[in-house]
């Protein structure tokens, strides 16, 4: 986006690129190329080498504060885009935070969740529940922002943590359930499935054709009547 609106300060442009480019004085880049430095431990976690993977998405005592901004803002972004197409209310500024459940009479948008269930599962606070009530789905996106070394696993990771659950919502809620994890690398959202029109593609999956647990993209499972 902001290659096309050109609305940058040249220092700003030079050091987003830098970052890309993973060319910025890490310790790890000073002590193996510029041979500056005698260590490459990070200067937050000391053991682990200070390189641009480990600062944007490896430092432990960062989860939970600092990588949490990332995943909120783009969880936001898809809820308000989800809101337009069920004709829901969003929030007026788009960093103010949704409310808990936003409904009508056609949707139901259940944001940052927790679903109270007796049996033990893996997960069960959810990113963001959309409950069709005219087809009786309810479709569980899990949003995450990774390094891009681990996409494909991170889907996987997601699919996986969340089966056991939407497997207890179809039971509870009697609707068919599915798992869609949206996963966006911290370099670039070009080639990140988060369209509407890719969860409008899964939601209308055959009825009759159950995906593969093997599947990296979407899981559909339980009743398959509809």
Not at 33 to 55: A, S
Not at 64 to 71: F, K
Not at 72 to 87: I, K, T, W
Request: proline share 5%.
């Amino acid at each position: 986006m902001w290659l096309n609106k050109g609305n940058l300060t040249a220092n700003t442009e030079s050091l987003v690129v830098a970052a890309q480019e993973q060319v910025l004085p890490t310790r790890q880049l000073q002590t193996k190329i510029y041979h500056t430095r005698n260590d490459p431990g990070c200067r937050l976690c000391k053991d682990t080498p200070e390189t641009i993977q480990h600062i944007i998405s490896g430092r432990k005592q960062l989860v939970g504060s600092t990588y949490t901004e990332p995943h909120n803002h783009v969880a936001g972004v898809m809820y308000r885009s989800l809101c337009d197409e069920h004709g829901l209310n969003k929030p007026q500024h788009e960093w103010k935070a949704p409310g808990k459940v936003n409904e009508n009479d056609h949707a139901k948008i259940l944001w940052d969740f927790y679903v109270q269930i007796d049996k033990h599962v893996l997960a069960n606070q959810l990113d963001i529940v959309v409950v069709d009530k005219e087809s009786k789905r309810a479709t569980i996106i899990d949003i995450t922002v990774p390094n891009d070394y681990n996409i494909a696993s991170k889907k996987r990771e997601k699919i996986e943590k969340y089966l056991p659950l939407g497997k207890e919502i179809e039971k509870r809620w009697d609707r068919r359930a599915m798992v869609f994890p949206v996963v966006i690398e911290w370099w670039s959202i070009t080639g990140a499935r988060v369209t509407l029109e890719n969860i409008a593609d899964a939601k209308e999956t055959d009825d009759r054709t159950k995906p593969s647990p093997n599947s990296i993209n979407d899981i559909t499972f339980g009743n398959t009547s509809g």
